[in-house]
């Protein structure tokens, strides 16, 4: 049973960095063929993809918020990070690191966090 925990910080402040970390229980991140995600939702909304880092180490974002996101991960501690810049009180969300499985046919999510709320204000 693969575990994924997501910390950090549940207030920021307006121009700041948001940083949350990942820390994966249960199976290795760098296992063959997996993505690890990082997903959020806001108050009120839908989910919104934001950006993953493969079992290789490449990442991929979001074209909305490529300017802002970085995915990076540290093997020796089988942790993912996510690093969000210049937030505003639009950035309020719930977010979620999941572990992304995919086949020829199609993509889903087959293991997620509980999620943790960062709230941008001053």
């Known amino acids: 049973q693969v575990q994924l925990v997501e910390s950090g910080p549940g207030l920021v402040k307006p121009s700041q960095t948001l940083s949350l970390t990942c820390t994966v229980a249960?199976?290795?991140?760098?296992?063959?063929?997996?993505?690890w995600t990082w997903i959020r939702q806001p108050p009120g909304k839908g989910l919104e993809w934001m950006g993953a880092?493969?079992?290789?180490?490449?990442?991929y974002y979001s074209p909305s918020l490529k300017s802002r996101t970085s995915v990076s991960r540290d093997t020796s501690k089988n942790q993912l990070t996510l690093q969000l810049t210049s937030v505003t009180p639009e950035d309020t969300a719930v977010y979620y690191c999941?572990?992304?499985?995919?086949?020829?046919?199609?993509?889903?999510?087959?293991?997620w966090g509980k999620g943790t709320l960062v709230t941008v204000s001053s």
């Open positions: 880092i493969t079992y290789s180490g490449s990442a």
């Open positions: 999941a572990r992304e499985s995919r086949n020829t046919w199609s993509v889903w999510m087959d293991y």
């Open positions: 249960g199976g290795s991140i760098t296992a063959d063929s997996y993505y």
